[in-house]
């Protein structure tokens, strides 16, 4: 069973918000930096935004800076992905990640990253 659950993707229009949660359960996350990534169909998976392990740091990809935030909440051991002004290139499935690192460092490459959920859709309509 994986310990990351991705919940919150959904279908919206272009331009609505959607905010994604990422819930860890059997360990605790507060060492690790969490990372969401996207893959679209028959793209390689990519880096969408990232926070270090106490959210003084967060790192986005270019395509995304601006209009999604992500954050984190350790006594909930959950970190989220606030998603605004959506376009239908965002359209794909969202994956959170975490990777042990407890420093402010952030990593932005999947294979950095140890832990994976299964994903959760977001389909943007134009």
């Known amino acids: 069973q994986t310990p990351l659950v991705e919940s919150g993707g959904g279908l919206v229009q272009a331009g609505g918000s959607l905010k994604l949660s990422c819930a860890a359960s059997?360990?605790?996350?507060?060492?690790?930096?969490m990372g969401w990534f996207r893959q679209a169909p028959g793209k390689e998976r990519e880096f969408v935004a990232a926070?270090?392990?106490?959210?003084?740091?967060?790192s986005y990809a270019d395509s995304v800076k601006g209009r999604f935030f992500i954050s984190r909440d350790n006594a909930k051991n959950t970190v989220y992905l606030q998603m605004n002004s959506l376009k239908p290139g965002d359209t794909a499935v969202y994956y959170c990640?975490?990777?042990?690192?407890?420093?402010?460092?952030?990593?932005?490459?999947?294979?950095?990253?140890?832990?994976w959920g299964q994903g959760t859709q977001v389909t943007v309509s134009s």
């Open positions: 059997g360990r605790t996350f507060s060492s690790y930096a």
């Open positions: 990640a975490a990777s042990y690192s407890p420093t402010n460092r952030v990593p932005t490459t999947p294979g950095e990253y140890a832990w």
């Open positions: 926070i270090s392990w106490r959210g003084a740091i967060t």
